[in-house]
């Protein structure tokens, strides 16, 4: 296969894994208003470019933690949405045997080691995994996805200092969607590039356009390299936006008019499709099929979910303490 195709099949595939994600989130809110999903979720739409491309960069062994907006990076680790659907649901064939829910999808087995309902959990986390691989001498590494309103908190800070006086093997990645929760980041944070905050810990800071799949794809890969030869984290800002508000049934009224229209502009779906259209590598046709195809698997997925038991009482006592 040469080096063309294989970089074709690559961005296909890339292609291929955002619909996929988009599709699971908005069968997911379906779900959710029929009454099928309990508690609450939090969406990703429009941030999909950000866990396919990150993730795609990592390689076997490797790890990653992300937060309760962590469907996406969920399914672009390798989870099936059959097993996401059904831990959603709570039923025993999801990936917590229906004892996590919505925040809390993890497949250690794939290297999704945490995903976390509390801000900012999982950076010390990832970097807690990333010295493991360093003190055993082994080549992996630990990426942490966590949202621009995490870059607020103490522990954010502890862990960029540690990582960076340790020389850590990990990659910080702010999914900077514009908002914590409610809030619009200039309202609660004095700079407008959380990437700068990697100065006052001596490693590096990238911004990166977060709806262009490759553009993350290759700085996480930058990363990534460096992190393996021995040369400790940087910390990565994705410029992205999420189309849903922030959770549940939030018509997200406090964004400006024309704000999400703008974003939508530069859908990253549309702006791989665009690309693979004009390279001949993917029809408009085409992609409309991959659409359908998906869409049709989501679906099917969604009913097999549902017909999973639930997990009775004794079960779920087995499944959280110990013998």
């Not at 990150?54 to 062994?61: E, L, N, V, Y």
């Not at 942490?144 to 990990?170: C, Q, R, Y």
């Not at 964004?255 to 990253?268: A, F, H, I, N, T």
């Amino acid at each position: 296969m040469s080096e063309r195709t294989a970089g074709a099949d690559r961005r296909v595939a890339w292609y291929r894994q955002m619909v996929e994600i988009r599709h699971f989130e908005d069968k997911v809110q379906e779900l959710f208003m029929a009454g099928l999903i309990q508690g609450t979720t939090h969406l990703c739409q429009g941030q999909e470019a950000v866990p396919v491309g990150a993730i795609s960069a990592m390689a076997r062994g490797d790890v990653q933690t992300n937060t309760y907006r962590g469907h996406g990076e969920a399914l672009a680790n390798g989870m099936s949405p059959e097993t996401a659907f059904a831990e959603l649901m709570g039923r025993t064939s999801g990936c917590s045997r229906g004892v996590g829910g919505s925040m809390h999808l993890i497949d250690a087995s794939k290297g999704n080691i945490g995903s976390n309902a509390i801000v900012g959990a999982g950076a010390p986390i990832a970097v807690g995994a990333a010295m493991g691989f360093k003190l055993r001498k082994e080549p992996q590494v630990a990426l942490t996805f966590f949202g621009d309103g995490a870059t607020n908190i103490g522990t954010f800070h502890e862990a960029l200092n540690m990582a960076s006086v340790w020389k850590a093997p990990v990659i910080f990645i702010i999914t900077n969607n514009l908002y914590g929760e409610y809030s619009p980041v200039r309202s609660t944070t004095p700079i407008d590039d959380l990437a700068r905050r990697a100065d006052p810990f001596a490693m590096p800071g990238v911004v990166v356009d977060g709806q262009d799949v490759e553009a993350v794809h290759s700085a996480v890969s930058t990363a990534v390299a460096r992190a393996r030869a021995g040369e400790g984290p940087s910390l990565l800002e994705m410029k992205t936006y999420r189309y849903r508000g922030h959770s549940r049934s939030d018509p997200a009224k406090y964004r400006p008019e024309g704000e999400l229209e703008r974003w939508k502009q530069r859908d990253p779906i549309e702006l791989l499709g665009a690309k693979l259209a004009a390279e001949g590598i993917l029809s408009a046709d085409h992609q409309a099929a991959i659409k359908a195809e998906i869409q049709a698997e989501i679906d099917r997925a969604a009913e097999r979910a549902a017909q999973a038991p639930y997990p009775t009482l004794e079960e779920t006592r087995s499944y959280v303490y110990a013998d």
